[in-house]
DNA sequence: TGTGGGGGCTCAAGCGCTTTAGTTTCGGCG
DNA sequence: CGCCGAAACTAAAGCGCTTGAGCCCCCACA
């Protein structure tokens, strides 16, 4: 059997009526700091409650009107690309940071695309599972505020940018065309004309708006040698694409990789095909982890509080679930950590 | 408003039974397969129940009896250490896949330390939220074992010896000893006299078991010149380990690492030492990952499938909750990959 | 002294599902 | 032809909580 010998049984509202002898109903009124007792009968529940180790039944709440006390928090990525970088459970661990002091769970899943994660969705909503989700990884085409919107969930979306806004959904975001103007900035400064930008997954919300801030940036100081190209975030093809570019007749001085783990891919391929770093190229990681400060050398890198983006996430899906109106918060942009990967280019 | 214009009213079996002509007793018979209603009749319920979309409310089944359809999974870690190692996202992810199937959810949690986990559980059972949960990272004396048994919560146990077993609970484990053997053998057979082990956390039952079998090793060989070192897995704190033995008077030729990003912070505060790696000292990481691949020399590394292991867990506990006996299975050992890190010893 | 009006509580219904105890309708057998 | 029993289905209670309606009592006011 899987329950055991004493199976505890739960305190229900009911034995806290008994026992300071009054109504289930009173019993709920006092506990939910609502009128309708007085406040010594108030505290006399509260004190019988929490004698009794009393904690009222999620079940019975989502049951009678009030939500689940859960939100739902969905990865869409093929399992062998997780856990590559360390952002997800940053974000999750701040997440969890604010819920908890709501005494809110957090419902947790992993699925392979976004059309599983739409079924997820609507998975929840049906068995009334979660009151709100945070959406993670927003696409060029997402069919998932829609979705989210049509069923009437709150939800927040995180890393989407403020003008793919769908009504009713809030959206946490960090500014990454900012980010990548100001290290295209940093790069031209040291002298820095060819550049390579590789990007993570296409069709993602943010890696677009980087691709699209360094052409513009390109375009505007007349730079010809700089492109982007999309990988899958692996380390083999961050390797790969290095490797490629390199191997060019002009090949770029820069490089900006859009995770810790390609860039330090790529290095290693750059060295081998005998490139210094930082001497013949220079190399910048999106991501700053603890990776990026323990390879030599040490690797230059946007960093970001992971972690302060999922509290602040989880806050404003508070916020919405609390009957506040959708925002569009910006989380402050991504900080360049200079390391020992970036120098000036090398006279050509 | 929280929700928003077409609130997209959820259907309940009451729909279903008024479109299907019969009682509700009869659609909740049909649609969890169980006599008292006729194949027909099953047949057609089951249709309407489809074209509506429905979904049984888990708070509805939670109440009448029925288990949560959830399983919980805290993680006792201090914020910063987490996301180091690439190892809870895959096992989580593994876990998922098999709760998916069955329509499990997964609450998870992230808390400071063991006692935090203890109120957690207590907190999720009183509120009836999970049906079992999975522990991670036992502990040598370890209070939530007790608990758990204490409140008949079904648990499986992740990483746990045998020996520890506690009634009730079944543990899902690696045969750490085996491996660090294993280890210890290669190295001793390449002519490594004198191995420090940079381990992790004092205090959890398999940074307690690999300690304990390495002095066994060491023993049974007659090698003096072996020790291990319990650090907090930190990059700063493998290398500062590193270094201090690296300068003692007679350094070790060998070193393993309790995790993957100890040891490639350890190489690069070897190589600062002048210590060339492998020629003067060789590296064992005992978590494999992206990271072990990436940086030069490749480290060598014991793989396991942090993702198995997951599922593995997760079967567990489902058949705990279906009402089997506790049990303890033991997932394959970990499997050394040769990389550059390791060769023989340098002649003394 | 009568009366209106709260405050303080209780009653009972209802949330969506399961489950036990009926009730009806057959078909089969003596 | 009548009776029994099984199969098919319904009625209703119950899970733990919320909540609107109602009840009682006492105080203030006229």
Redesign the pocket.
Known sequence: MAAKRSPAR?P???DIARRAG?????V??A??GR????EV?RDRVRRVAEQLG?R??TA??A????GAATVGFVLARPADTLGVDSFFLQLVSGIQEVLAERHLGLLFQVVEDVTDECAVYRGWWAEHRVDGVLVADPRTADPRPGLLDELGLPAVVIGGAPDERHPGLSTVWADDAGAMASVVDGLYALGHRRIVHIAGLPGLAHTERRIRTLRAEAERRGLTGVESVTTDYSDTEGAAVTRRVLRSAAPPTALIYDNDVMAVAGVAAATELGFSVPADVSVVAWEDSALCRIVTPGLSALSRDSGEFGRTAARELLALLDGGPARTVRVPVPRLVERESTGAARER
């Not at 009054?22 to 009173?26: D, P, Q």
């Open positions: 739960r229900t509202m009911k009054v109504s289930e109903s009173a709920s009124f506990l939910n009128p309708g007792v007085s009968t009393w009222p039944s019975a709440r049951l009678s009107g009030e």
